[in-house]
T-cell receptor, first 112, second 111 residues
Framework: DTGVSQDPRHKITKRGQNVTFRCDPI?????LYWYRQTLGQGPEFLTY????????KSRLLSDRFSAERPKGSFSTLEIQRTEQGDSAMYLC??????????FGQGTRLTVV | GQQVMQIPQYQHVQEGEDFTTYCNSS?????IQWYKQRPGGHPVFLIQ?????EVKKQKRLTFQFGEAKKNSSLHITATQTTDVGTYFC???????????FGTGTRLQVTL
C-alpha cells in the first residue's frame, strides 16, 4: 500500500492524558498537513510541513498541540493534557508542493 | 486570515436532478481544488483548476474557476445516488501557503 497511513485508527483516552498520533505520507511527497475534522464541518487546518520544516501552525491551536516531522518523512502529532473538546477526527494529508493532497484514513480521538 | 465559504450547506435532490455548489474565498487563490468525502470516509481529490476562468469537465461534473480567482463552482448534471457525500473546495493563496478547505456542501440524493 503506497497511500498515506495513520496510526492508530481509533484512540479513546481519559481527560488529562497525553496522546500521540503518527502519519506516514507518500514517500516522494514533500508536504505534510494535519487537519482536524468534527461532524458536519470541513477539515480545519492545524499545521503543515515542507520536508522537515514546520511552515505554519494554526493560531487556533493551543500550546498543548505539537507536531514534528524529524527527517522529512513520517510525522507525529501530540496532544498534551487532553480535553473533551479535543475529540475529533485527526486527518493527515501529503502532497507534492501545491499539487493534490492525499488523505489518510484519519485517527478518531475520543476524550472521556 | 483566509476564509473559504461554500453554499449551500446542505442540499437534498431527487435522482436525476442537477446540483450546484458555490465556493467563495476572502482572498485571491493561486489554484483551487475540489474534494469529495463520502460518509465515514476521508476527502478524495477530484480536480484542480489553475487559470482564471478555467472550466473543466469530468463526465457529469463541471468545475469552474472565477475570473477573479476568488470563487469557484461545481455542477453535477443528472445526479445519481453514488454522488452522495460532502463536496469541499480547497485553495492555496500562494506557493508557500497552506491548503485551506471550504465549509463544504453535503449532498443527499434519493430515488
Amino acid at each position: 500500500d503506497t497511500g498515506v497511513s495513520q496510526d492508530p485508527r481509533h484512540k479513546i483516552t481519559k481527560r488529562g492524558q497525553n496522546v500521540t498520533f503518527r502519519c506516514d505520507p507518500i514517500s516522494e511527497h514533500n508536504r505534510l498537513y494535519w487537519y482536524r475534522q468534527t461532524l458536519g464541518q470541513g477539515p480545519e487546518f492545524l499545521t503543515y510541513f515542507q520536508n522537515e520544516a514546520q511552515l505554519e501552525k494554526s493560531r487556533l491551536l493551543s500550546d498543548r498541540f505539537s507536531a514534528e516531522r524529524p527527517k522529512g518523512s513520517f510525522s507525529t502529532l501530540e496532544i498534551q493534557r487532553t480535553e473533551q473538546g479535543d475529540s475529533a477526527m485527526y486527518l493527515c494529508a501529503s502532497s507534492p508542493s501545491t499539487g493534490k493532497a492525499f488523505f489518510g484514513q484519519g485517527t478518531r480521538l475520543t476524550v472521556v | 486570515g483566509q476564509q473559504v465559504m461554500q453554499i449551500p450547506q446542505y442540499q437534498h435532490v431527487q435522482e436525476g436532478e442537477d446540483f450546484t455548489t458555490y465556493c467563495n474565498s476572502s482572498t485571491t487563490l493561486s489554484n483551487i481544488q475540489w474534494y469529495k468525502q463520502r460518509p465515514g470516509g476521508h476527502p478524495v481529490f477530484l480536480i484542480q483548476l489553475v487559470k482564471s476562468g478555467e472550466v473543466k469537465k469530468q463526465k457529469r461534473l463541471t468545475f469552474q474557476f472565477g475570473e477573479a480567482k476568488k470563487n469557484s463552482s461545481l455542477h453535477i448534471t443528472a445526479t445519481q445516488t453514488t454522488d452522495v457525500g460532502t463536496y469541499f473546495c480547497a485553495g492555496f493563496t500562494g506557493t508557500a501557503s497552506k491548503l485551506t478547505f471550504g465549509t463544504g456542501t453535503r449532498l443527499q440524493v434519493t430515488l
